[in-house]
């Protein structure tokens, strides 16, 4: 089993900047792929990136690409989304996921962009 705790999340302004955390615990040493996917209000969840256990690969939703970047400290077991230029439509709950032989979810982070 794994449990992830998100962090981060808040108001921030149209063009502006903001992390995010997610920390791993339990069976980490099993995770292979993590990830970030978001859900606006009244749309279904959708994928944001996504980082192998070695950081060597990541994928990214053709909205953000160039935006966001997705990183992680194996070594702290946790995984960043760092989030730049953010746009009123990048509001929405931000979760972590982590895949292992089955996917495991935290219990999101608000992000709300916003003047």
């Known amino acids: 089993q794994v449990q992830l705790v998100e962090s981060g999340g808040g108001l921030v302004q149209p063009g502006g900047s903001l992390t995010l955390s997610c920390a791993a615990s339990g069976s980490t040493f099993s995770i292979n792929r993590m990830g970030w996917y978001r859900q606006a209000a009244g749309k279904e969840r959708e994928l944001v990136a996504t980082i192998t256990r070695s950081g060597g690969s990541t994928n990214y939703a053709d909205s953000v690409k160039g935006l966001f970047t997705i990183s992680r400290d194996n070594a702290k077991n946790t995984v960043y989304l760092q989030m730049n230029s953010l746009k009123p439509e990048d509001t929405g709950v931000y979760y972590c996921?982590?895949?292992?032989?089955?996917?495991?979810w935290g219990k999101g982070t608000l992000v709300t962009v916003s003047s």
């Open positions: 996921n982590a895949v292992l032989l089955q996917t495991y």
